[in-house]
């Protein structure tokens, strides 16, 4: 009995808020959203018209033009430092950058190819005597250490280090382990240095 009275108590309210919209015998209801959405309506607006204001109307905040110059810009910085040609970089000599040239060889696990002193093992050659195979200046291992040798297995670094890093790393090759001659070294390969 229950289910008939609210059944007709429903039909009743239904007329009470009918539109009086009748399309192919079907009436609209005036059924209005929940309170909270409309809430939520009215503070989208409001929050769009701060926006407008702060970013167009007030010229307060940059627009997309200018977010994007100062993004480039700072690109092209970034971009330009980490791509120093190793012309004007130099061999360093001084105790503090062959340290941190040092602690970067261990960090980056060169003693994984070329042995903790240098002395190469099976995969990568010897650091420590005369014989070098693509050169032993410092502009030669910057190269090799930036660019790295795919055919030879050595890993490009450009991408894991800065230029500055990548110098001390050479300096540390050519100042600390070259001509150390330690007790297992790997046999020379490669050309003669002068």
Known sequence: ??????????????????????????????????????????????????????????????????????????????????????????????????????????EMACSACHGIVGEGNAVGPNLTDENWIHGCSFNNVYEIISNGIAVKGMTSFKDKLSPEKIAKVASYVLVSLKDTKPVNAKAPQGEPCK
Request: net charge negative; aromatic share 12%; no cysteine.
């Open 1 to 106: 009995m229950a289910s008939n009275i609210e059944k007709n108590k429903t039909e009743a309210d239904e007329h009470e808020i009918m539109e009086g919209h009748d399309y192919d015998g079907i009436g609209e209801l005036d059924n209005p959203p929940p309170r909270w959405i409309m809430a939520l309506f009215y503070i989208t607006i409001g929050l769009s018209i701060l926006y407008g204001a702060y970013y167009f109307w007030l010229d307060i905040g940059p627009n997309q033009d200018e977010v994007y110059a100062i993004k480039s810009e700072r690109h092209d910085q970034n971009f330009a430092s980490a791509k120093a040609p190793a012309a004007e970089l130099k061999l360093l000599t001084d105790e503090a950058a062959l340290s941190e040239g040092k602690a970067i060889y261990t």
